[in-house]
């Protein structure tokens, strides 16, 4: 899922990863692998967000999901692996202006 720059910064304090800006050179690799996302990387590796259901509330939410591990212990280079769900949800808080 694309998320907007506000849903970013919730994903961010809410997860602790850092966004991939869409200006990086592996933007268009990352996206013709695993379409448009907005992408994230952690100690762990590469992650997306997958919208979850949402279950009678005004407020959107996304599951994590890793796309890739790190294949160095540098965190230079990521090895793709199938999605797998992690069981964290992040929520998204409602802005108000």
Known sequence: MKLTSEQVKQTVNQLGA????????????????FGEH???????????LEPTPSLG????SGEVVSLADWGDSDL????????????????FEQVRH
């Not at 907005?38 to 997306?48: A, I, Y």
């Not at 509330?57 to 959107?60: A, M, P, W």
């Open 38 to 48: 907005t992408f994230f990387v952690d100690e762990m590796g590469l992650k997306v």
């Open 76 to 91: 230079t280079r990521l090895m793709a692996h199938e999605p797998e769900p992690t069981g964290v949800v992040i929520v």
């Open 57 to 60: 509330t005004d407020r959107q």
């Open 18 to 33: 850092q966004v991939l800006p869409d200006e990086h050179p592996a933007m268009p690799q990352l996206n013709s692998m």
